[in-house]
């Protein structure tokens, strides 16, 4: 019988450890990479995560169906076939433990490996040379009132939505605005897959998500046709390595809003208005800024909002907003969940910012 050295025997021993202490390690370099965001912009965010996000989507591009719903719900049911496998002895407390410690330090490692680290890099004005600058009271009102005007203009009919024309045509925006934005196109391929649990995801409130592991777009099936365009818009942002939800709000509105399609047009000047008006409440001529909706626009939005309060389940709703404030704030988003709102800072930025308008032959829409 062959006796394995004392050395070999303890290194195999505490083998189980080595994906955790990985895990700590990878932990680790994302508190040190939030001191260095331009070393993080430069080496992940610009080179080796376009690299990543091209091999990973042209993979998943094969298959039709969502990849990382499966993979979630397999992660989901992981514990629950522990037990079971634990009780029937098939496997020991012990071993069931290492297991599953084992495949969760997996999914830490690769998430932030795989897109994760997107986190830290440059904030979007430093990354885009937009100047960053607070505006005053009289600026925001006067945006507003031009806003509401040229959204009252742009309404259109939504009743239905050609999905595959305005995934072209949104690409193509992309593909126009990606010197602006910083990136190189194609990177990789973005087609949306729909939620396999939409109506389970819809009960959160929640419209679309970007799968890291598999580099996949996704927008629920249960959104009315008027949200698709800029759903849609949103969630490639994210594919295009943008973590922050203010900085993917403004990717998309800005491909939108300079698409040749007035759906598109209109579809993310709606979404974006809700921001703006959300963050108007506390001002004098907020009810004056309320009553420039046009009926029509108003109808649209009334929609909306009955739409989903339909499908919202508030317990569920309230669970997904506060686990996804403090997965935002442990993720360098310190405004957490309320970082979507942070897009009317980077809109008025760029309104306010003719010379980088210039310098790119851009013009607020």
């Known amino acids: 019988m062959y006796i394995y050295p004392k050395k070999l025997r303890i290194n195999r021993k505490y083998k189980w450890l080595l994906l955790p202490c990985l895990a700590g390690i990878i932990f680790a370099l994302t ?31 094969i298959f039709p169906f969502s990849l990382a719903d499966i993979f979630y719900a397999a992660l989901f049911l992981l514990p629950l076939i522990l037990l079971v496998l634990v ?8 071993a069931a433990g290492k297991f599953l410690l ?7 490692i690769l998430f932030y490996v795989l897109w994760g680290f997107n986190y830290f890099r440059l904030p979007l004005p430093d990354r885009l040379g937009i100047n960053d600058r607070e505006p005053d009271t009289e600026e925001f ?3 507003i009132h031009r806003y509401t005007s040229e959204l009252n203009r742009l309404h259109c009919d ?7 024309e305005t995934d072209r045509l949104i690409e193509e925006s992309y593909q126009q605005l990606a010197p602006v934005l910083q990136f190189e196109y194609p990177m990789g391929k973005r087609p949306d897959k729909k939620i396999t649990f939409s109506s389970f995801y ?12 598999f580099n996949e777009v996704h927008v629920n099936k249960m959104i009315l046709p008027i949200e698709y365009p800029f759903v849609l818009a949103h969630e490639k942002a994210h594919q295009l390595g943008v973590t922050s939800e203010a900085e993917a709000n403004f990717y998309a509105w800005l491909v939108c809003t300079h698409s040749s399609s007035q759906q598109i047009r209109y579809s993310a000047k709606l979404f974006i208005s809700f921001h703006f008006f959300r963050q108007a409440r506390g001002l004098e001529e907020y009810k004056q800024l ?50 979507y709102t942070g897009v ?5 930025n760029f309104t306010l910012d003719s010379a980088f308008q210039q310098r790119h032959g851009l013009a607020p829409h």
Do not use: C
Request: glycine share 4%; aromatic share 14%.
């Open 31 to 61: 508190l040190l990479l939030r001191q260095f965001p331009n070393l993080v912009e430069t080496w992940y965010a610009q080179r080796l995560y376009p690299f990543i996000a091209s091999l990973l989507s042209t993979l998943s591009f």
């Open 87 to 94: 009780f029937t002895k098939r496997i020991k407390w012990k």
């Open 102 to 108: 084992n495949v969760l330090a997996t999914v830490y």
């Open 141 to 143: 009102v006067q945006f």
């Open 158 to 164: 939504f009743d239905s939505i050609d999905k595959t």
């Open 202 to 213: 819809a009960k959160s409130g929640i419209t679309g998500y970007f799968g890291p592991f």
């Open 290 to 339: 309320v009553a420039e909706i046009s009926p029509e626009v108003q109808a649209d939005i009334n929609r909306i909002s009955e739409h989903w309060n339909q499908l919202r389940n508030a317990t569920m709703d309230k669970t997904a907003s506060k686990l996804n404030d403090a997965y935002l704030k442990h993720n360098n988003i310190k405004s957490g969940i309320k970082d």
């Open 344 to 348: 009317v800072d980077h809109v008025m």
